[in-house]
């Protein structure tokens, strides 16, 4: 699964380098849960949960069977 959420993350990465940021996958957990680090301008936007939670976690549920939950860490 750690594969897959690797290549989904690598095309949701353009949209948000384009805003000055980043996103780093820290863990894939094996009940699901996907742990990722926001970087450059996410790490302190004040919409970065919005965008883990509607961008990130959906489009990862979306692709990636057995993703349960994207968590900022």
Known sequence: MKEKVVEILDKV????????????LVEVTDDG??????????????MSTLTVKNGIERTLKQYVPGVKEVVPV
């Open 33 to 46: 849960i996907v742990k990722v680090k926001l970087v450059g301008a996410c790490s302190g936007c004040p």
């Open 13 to 24: 990465r353009p949209a948000l380098q384009a805003d000055g940021g980043d996103v780093e």
